[in-house]
């Protein structure tokens, strides 16, 4: 089984930056690609960025040149670095796991972050 762990969420004025993180563990972690979606209220979840395990990376165009995503394979953990943040960027981060051998998908439980003055 897979467990997936997000953290790093907060209260944030506009501009400002969060660095949320999430660790993977379990025993079928296997070749991989990591995901940040999110979800704002009364909306659907939607795709933020996503990175494979040899690095390349792909982002929702409303977070390009903001947003940064990273991972370390030693630790089967996935940052994203979020610089300049709106008010539109409030939403529940989740962390996905696609395990490509399998295309089994694990989730988080999901990290608020909130952009107000």
């Known amino acids: 089984q897979v467990q997936v762990v997000e953290s790093g969420g907060g209260l944030v004025q506009p501009g400002g930056s969060l660095r949320l993180s999430c660790a993977a563990s379990g025993s079928n972690v296997g070749l991989n690609i990591m995901n940040w979606y999110r979800q704002a209220p009364g909306k659907q979840r939607e795709f933020v960025a996503r990175?494979?395990?040899?690095?390349?990376?792909d982002y929702a165009d409303s977070v390009k040149g903001r947003f940064t995503i990273s991972r370390d394979n030693a630790k089967n953990t996935v940052y994203l670095q979020m610089n300049s943040l709106k008010p539109e960027d409030t939403a529940v981060y989740y962390c996905n796991l696609l395990r490509v051998a399998t295309m089994q998908n694990y989730w988080g439980q999901g990290t608020q972050v909130t952009v107000s003055s």
């Open positions: 990175i494979t395990r040899g690095g390349s990376s």
